[in-house]
């Protein structure tokens, strides 16, 4: 069930003129992966806003900090997904190996440097 091209009419062509197209269950699988980073990026925008607007009982330049943190990460994690989810469909379609994934590594770190202002607010009050 392979259509070598595709049909020059899906969205975005750059991904979508390479290759064949791969079994269904692959992309979907993709699109679900894409789907849960949006998710990810929601949880961090919700809690870097939370974070600010409960008030509590922390340093309060820490606790902007590390509001900031998660807010800006939530703001930069559905462009650096997008990017993913392209990589990923233009490997699945090429039937190439998969690309490795940063998205996980700097949310990794962005999560970690807002835990440890945090910390450092909650030791600081």
Do not use: C, K
């Amino acid at each position: 069930m392979s259509t070598p091209g595709g049909n020059g009419r899906r969205f975005p062509p750059v991904v979508y003129r390479h290759g064949g197209e791969p079994d269904a269950r692959f992309t979907l699988a993709n699109e679900r992966t894409f789907l849960a980073w949006i998710r990810t990026s929601l949880a961090l925008i919700a809690g870097g806003v939370a974070l600010e607007v409960l008030g509590l009982d922390l340093q309060p330049e820490l606790r902007l900090a590390a509001s900031l943190v998660l807010a800006i990460a939530g703001i930069l994690v559905p462009s650096l997904a997008w990017v993913e989810w392209a990589r990923t469909e233009r490997a699945l379609r090429r039937a190439q190996p998969l690309p490795g994934s940063l998205l996980g590594a700097i949310l990794g770190t962005a999560v970690t440097v807002a835990g440890v202002f945090v910390v450092l607010a909650i030791l600081l009050r």
